[in-house]
């Protein structure tokens, strides 16, 4: 019998992660329920991110932590697709939020996010203090690690950072990077179009991009400040898909989340082709075919098994073929 293609096409390397395509940022328990309500309505095409940096009010962080710990082992939490962003280094409560968060949830939790991530060097204190806290309790699987990319420093530093151990995602974070700048990029630039079009945001998007895919990590998009007009939010996210290689992207609101993963997600034409190019290959035992005239080998099949997966985790429908003969 043929080999799985996670075996077959990535000997020797690490499969990239497949994720879902959007995060949505809740900061209070109320806004943290409605959105596992609507993740169980969307069949867990995306994330949630639970806020312990802006969420938590000043002075009540270690109440917000075990909120949030409680709110990952509940009942709610269907798809174990939660993660967390915690307090940046600079802040006194960000070690009190792994102490809470990884005993009490770490089995559980998605991800932990690390906010204005400015040398690789502190990134690197973070992560090593959060595989400790998850060895010490016990805990066997390492928590992937999303790291924010929103100030001078972490874009200097990016290639390093996306080295690290245990990322998962590069995270742009716009309007903290904009403000870094003291004025020389105009307000203007936390929205389209000129989020785009700036010569810096430009540079700072690509290479954040760059960095992330050549180190096997998704990069993510900042959030669109637009929360209502869909077609606008759905011409951010295409954007930020098809002009940069963003491979995932923020929501702020839950009337943003529908127009990211529509935009975000693969085309039914080239799921299609996918299906039946990896069906040929499967049955060729992954050696070269030839499918519409065109000829295929392992590099596109590769491209191909990533986009099914894709298709799949954004609940897109597949072939009864397909899910019997790679997901059954």
């Known amino acids: 019998m043929p080999r799985h293609?996670?075996?077959?096409?990535?000997?020797g390397e690490k499969p990239f992660p497949i994720i879902p395509t959007c995060e949505h940022?809740?900061?209070t328990e109320e806004r943290i329920s409605k959105a596992f309500q609507l993740q169980e309505q969307l069949h867990g095409v995306f994330d949630i991110t639970m806020d312990c940096e802006d969420g938590a009010p000043t002075g009540a962080e270690k109440a917000h932590a075990e909120m949030v710990v409680r709110m990952q082992n509940s009942g709610l939490n269907k798809f174990n697709g939660a993660g967390v962003r915690i307090h940046d280094y600079t802040h006194e409560h960000w070690k009190d939020d792994v102490d809470i968060i990884v005993p009490g949830a770490g089995e559980r939790v998605a991800y932990i996010t690390v906010p204005?991530?400015?040398?690789?060097?502190?990134?690197a204190e973070m992560i090593d203090y959060v595989r400790n806290a998850t060895a010490k309790a016990g805990i066997k699987r390492e928590i992937p690690i999303h790291a924010l990319i929103e100030t001078h420093g972490a874009l200097h530093e990016i290639w390093q950072i996306a080295e690290l151990p245990n990322i998962q995602v590069l995270d742009f974070?716009?309007?903290?990077?904009?403000?870094?700048?003291?004025?020389?990029?105009?307000?203007?630039?936390?929205r389209s179009p000129a989020q785009f079009e700036h010569e810096l945001l430009r540079r700072a998007k690509a290479e954040t991009v760059a960095a992330a895919l050549a180190n096997g990590i998704v990069p993510a998009h900042n959030v669109t400040l637009e929360l209502k007009d869909t077609e606008f939010i759905y011409n951010d996210a295409?954007?930020?898909?098809?002009?940069?290689?963003f491979l995932r992207m923020w929501s702020i609101y839950p009337a943003q989340i529908e127009p990211i993963t529509r935009a975000m997600a693969p085309a039914m034409p080239e799921v299609e082709e996918a299906e039946a190019i990896l069906l040929k290959a499967y049955a060729a035992d992954w050696g070269p075919i030839q499918h519409a005239g065109n000829l295929h080998d392992r590099a596109t099949y590769r491209y191909f098994w990533e986009q099914l997966q894709r298709a799949r985790v954004m609940n897109l429908p597949?072939?009864?073929?397909?899910t019997k003969t790679f997901f059954a």
Do not use: C, Q, Y
Request: no cysteine; net charge neutral; charged share 25%.
């Open 5 to 11: 293609p996670n075996e077959a096409l990535f000997e």
């Open 25 to 27: 940022f809740a900061g």
């Open 116 to 123: 204005k991530s400015t040398k690789a060097s502190r990134l």
């Open 173 to 190: 974070g716009l309007m903290d990077f904009v403000s870094a700048h003291h004025g020389a990029v105009p307000s203007s630039a936390m």
């Open 238 to 245: 295409k954007r930020a898909r098809e002009s940069f290689g």
């Open 318 to 322: 597949l072939s009864e073929e397909i």
